[in-house]
């Protein structure tokens, strides 16, 4: 089954992968990060973010990673940025707020008005620390509680704290509307804590968790599962659509999964230099399409925003 073409809308947000370095090694990474990684951006591309974000009328800094807040350019790109009154996202996997040298970090992001978007795959101990590592559970609910205090969480408040979802297995995530009031019931009930919006996400058949797959003979099967359960409905509003994504090297893609596959752009520009130089205008641009979009329109849909519909 062939995935349907589709093209770009208006540019929104620019999603920024400032390296592959990170303090965790989990089983669902789809870019394969990990302590050992060294990738890193180098000063130059950062420098050009803040000026294409002003030149675009970009509208979010989607910044991710690895753990991007391990660059250590991070507090700069996000000084520099905040001066423009765009929103800006951390993709933060929350252990790094615990590390030596990263303590400070949560209340600069406070303090910076930066949203966070926290990985936490279940409400339940054993099953974060079956995916992610020994101990991070214990160590996320430690940092929500810190982030919490700093003012994060509350419905009516500044600070926006957004949790992510990964099913475990081979499956397709559940209803987002449902598993967001379990989340909020158990993690309040359990530990008093708060947060804006769960993001369901479906796992990418890519990198680190085709290999998962393929060890447990399950690959073709889930490939088979996100292509049967296709909605059409999802495709005017994959993100895609709205995102440009950018690799450590400062290369451009339609979005973060067809970066870690090295499906560049059909078009010109190819890079942040190129997209500074010019003045491109992308939309109505065919997209980047191939077996694993599946993944983004499967049920309820999957973005870095969570469900589709």
């Given amino acids: 089954m062939e995935f349907p073409n589709i093209k770009r809308g208006s540019l929104k947000t620019l999603q920024v992968n400032l390296g592959y370095k990170c303090n965790q090694s989990c089983q669902h990474c789809h870019v394969n990060a990990g302590p050992h990684r060294k990738e890193m951006m180098d000063s130059f591309n950062i420098s050009l973010i803040p000026k294409i974000i002003n030149k675009y009328r970009i509208q979010t800094l989607d910044i991710t990673g690895g753990a991007p807040e391990m660059h250590p350019l991070f507090k700069e790109l996000v000084s520099e940025t905040s001066k423009l009154n765009i929103n800006i996202i951390d993709r933060c996997n929350l252990t790094i707020l615990l590390e030596p040298g990263y303590k400070d970090l949560a209340t600069y992001l406070a303090e910076s008005k930066?949203?966070?978007?926290?990985?936490?795959?279940?409400?339940?101990?054993?099953?974060?620390?079956?995916?992610?590592?020994?101990?991070?559970?214990?160590?996320?609910?430690?940092?929500?509680?810190?982030?919490?205090?700093?003012?994060?969480?509350?419905?009516?408040?500044?600070?926006?704290?957004?949790?992510?979802?990964?099913?475990?297995?081979?499956?397709?995530?559940?209803?987002?509307?449902?598993?967001e009031k379990e989340y909020k019931n158990v993690l309040n009930k359990k530990y008093g804590i708060r947060f804006n919006n769960l993001l369901v996400l479906a796992n990418m058949p890519i990198n680190r968790f085709a290999q998962y797959l393929q060890k447990q003979g399950k690959l073709n099967s889930y490939q088979n599962l996100l292509e049967k359960n296709h909605n059409p409905d999802n495709l005017k509003s994959v993100m895609c659509k709205s995102?440009?994504?950018?690799?450590?090297?400062?290369?451009?893609?339609?979005?973060?999964?067809?970066?870690?596959?090295?499906?560049?752009?059909?078009?010109?520009?190819?890079?942040?230099?190129?997209?500074?130089?010019?003045?491109?205008?992308?939309?109505?641009?065919?997209?980047?399409?191939?077996?694993?979009?599946?993944?983004?329109?499967?049920?309820?849909?999957?973005?870095?925003?969570?469900?589709?519909?």
């Fill in 114 to 179: 930066v949203k966070i978007v926290a990985s936490l795959p279940c409400y339940e101990e054993e099953n974060v620390d079956k995916q992610r590592g020994k101990d991070v559970f214990k160590k996320s609910i430690s940092v929500l509680k810190i982030l919490n205090n700093l003012g994060y969480g509350n419905e009516e408040g500044e600070l926006k704290l957004d949790l992510v979802y990964n099913p475990i297995g081979a499956n397709l995530p559940p209803s987002q509307n449902d598993l």
């Fill in 243 to 309: 995102t440009l994504s950018v690799d450590w090297q400062g290369n451009l893609f339609d979005c973060d999964f067809n970066q870690q596959l090295g499906k560049a752009v059909n078009i010109f520009p190819r890079t942040l230099k190129d997209l500074s130089e010019g003045n491109i205008i992308m939309e109505a641009k065919e997209i980047t399409v191939d077996s694993h979009c599946f993944g983004c329109t499967a049920g309820n849909g999957s973005s870095c925003g969570g469900s589709l519909t």
